[in-house]
């Protein structure tokens, strides 16, 4: 079991920039979710894939952010035209099945928007 | 609407001490899991327990136990004789079984300091 896997583990980036981040989930996992963790918060629901398919969307997610998960293994995110708003801590977590076992998280990427 | 609230912000601590960090939630629901993860400095989430809501009995894990009340619609966590790697921030979340999506559901987190 190597874990969910998250690269990078920091970006730093210009305002108006793009930056994407990638997830690796534990093989085998079918689900991966995207959560949002803000200074002083708790994560924050993004959206999440079964397999390939992106099943739900958070009202979190503008239409500047976009995800994929093309063969339902790993996973990117996408942020075009970067904000300072956008500057958090992104995790990723993957699990197996449903509510049978509980969300895997990585150690996320921390993103500051310069 | 569902809502998990953490009151306790930060606690502070001494080493030995026992400390409980209180949860409440809200869920129009009747099946739903609750949950508690630890965020060490390292910031990666670390599964504690996971609860079933038809499932009231208390739990005990070594120095961890989990009080679960229905009633109140609460599901507090206690640390007997806290250790300094006990430092951490401890997150609360809900998940409604009947969604189908295993979506957790988070408080904001108490930060919890302990100190040698």
């Known amino acids: 079991d190597t874990g969910v896997s998250q690269n990078p583990r920091h970006k730093i980036t210009k305002r108006g920039q793009n930056v994407t981040f990638r997830c690796d989930p534990i093989?085998?996992?079918?689900?991966l979710y995207w959560y949002r963790q803000t200074l002083g918060q708790g994560p924050e629901f993004l959206t999440y894939f079964q397999n390939e398919a992106q099943l739900e969307k958070s009202r979190l997610l503008s239409d500047r952010f976009s995800a994929e998960r093309p063969k339902g293994s790993f996973s990117t995110l996408e942020i075009q035209r970067t904000e300072q708003g956008d500057s958090a801590m992104y995790l990723c977590a993957s699990i197996l099945g449903q509510g049978d076992s509980p969300l895997h998280f990585g150690n996320g990427t921390r993103l500051t928007v310069t | 609407a569902q809502k998990v609230t953490q009151a306790q912000t930060e606690i502070s601590v001494v080493e030995k001490e026992d400390v409980t960090l209180d949860c409440v939630y809200e869920?129009?629901?009747?099946?739903?899991?609750l949950f508690w993860y630890k965020q060490p400095p390292s910031g990666e989430l670390v599964f504690l327990i996971r609860r079933n809501s038809f499932d009231e009995q208390n739990e005990i894990s070594g120095r961890y136990s989990w009080n679960f009340q229905k009633s109140t619609s609460s599901f507090n966590f206690t640390i007997t004789a806290s250790q300094v790697v006990d430092s951490a921030v401890y997150f609360c979340a809900l998940s409604e079984a009947g969604r189908n999506t295993d979506k957790l559901i988070f408080g904001t987190g108490t930060r919890l300091q302990v100190f040698p």
């Open positions: 869920t129009r629901d009747t099946t739903y899991y």
């Open positions: 093989s085998e996992h079918n689900r």
